[in-house]
C-alpha cells in the first residue's frame, strides 16, 4: 500500500510573474511547497514552506471567498481554499507515496533571505515562459491555471 501524504504548494506572483525554485532530486522547476508536519494545516504548511525555501512572506489570495477566517460557527472556520487539490504519484527509495497537494496562490509581500533559507537556484517567470520550462505537466498546468484566475480576478491590479 502506498504511504499518503498531505502536502501544501503555493504560486507565488510579484506583479506578473510566479516565483520558482530547482529541485535537485528531479532537476525541475516548481513552485514551493512540501510535506505537512504534524499539527499543521495545509495553509500553514505553505507560509512555512515559502520562508523556508525561499524567505519569503505571502499574502494567500482568495479569489472566491472573502478575506480571513470565517466564523461558521463556535467550533469551525473557514480557511483559505486553495485552487486546486492535486493527487500526485510520487516514487520514492522506500517506496511510493500518493501526495494530497493543496495548490494555493498568493503574492509576495517581502522576501529576505537568511542562513536559515534553503539553497535552491531561482527564478521569475512570464506566463510566455512556462511552456519552455523543464518540469512536470501539472506543474505547467497549475501555472497556466493560476495566471487565468490572477486575470480573472483582477489580481494584476492592485487588489
Same mark, same amino acid.
Given at each position: 500500500? *502506498? ?9 507565488? &506572483?510579484? #506583479?506578473?510573474?510566479? &516565483?520558482?525554485l530547482h529541485h535537485k532530486?528531479? *532537476? ?12 499543521? %494545516? ?24 472573502? =478575506?480571513? #477566517? ?10 483559505? #481554499?486553495?485552487? @486546486? ?5 510520487? =516514487? ?16 509576495? @509581500? ?5 542562513k536559515n533559507t534553503e539553497k535552491h537556484? %531561482? ?11 523543464? %518540469?512536470?505537466? *501539472? ?7 493560476? &495566471? ?5 480576478? *483582477? ?5
Amino acid at each position: 500500500m *502506498n504511504k499518503v501524504c498531505i502536502c501544501g504548494s503555493v504560486v507565488v &506572483f510579484k #506583479r506578473r510573474k510566479i &516565483f520558482l525554485l530547482h529541485h535537485k532530486k528531479f *532537476n525541475l522547476w516548481i513552485y514551493c511547497g512540501g510535506h505537512r508536519e504534524e499539527n499543521e %494545516t495545509p495553509y500553514e504548511t505553505v507560509m512555512r514552506e515559502a520562508k523556508e525555501e525561499a524567505g519569503m512572506k505571502i499574502k494567500i489570495l482568495n479569489p472566491d471567498q472573502k =478575506e480571513g #477566517r470565517l466564523l461558521a460557527d463556535k467550533r469551525a472556520y473557514q480557511l483559505p #481554499r486553495p485552487f @486546486t487539490i492535486l493527487q500526485q504519484h510520487v =516514487e520514492y527509495k522506500e517506496g511510493k507515496h500518493e501526495h494530497f497537494d493543496m495548490v494555493y496562490l498568493a503574492k509576495l @509581500t517581502s522576501m529576505k533571505k537568511d542562513k536559515n533559507t534553503e539553497k535552491h537556484k %531561482t527564478q521569475w517567470i512570464k506566463e510566455s515562459e512556462i511552456d519552455g520550462l523543464k %518540469t512536470f505537466d *501539472n506543474v505547467k498546468w497549475s501555472l497556466h491555471k493560476a &495566471f487565468s484566475i490572477m486575470k480573472k480576478n *483582477n489580481y494584476f491590479e492592485g487588489k
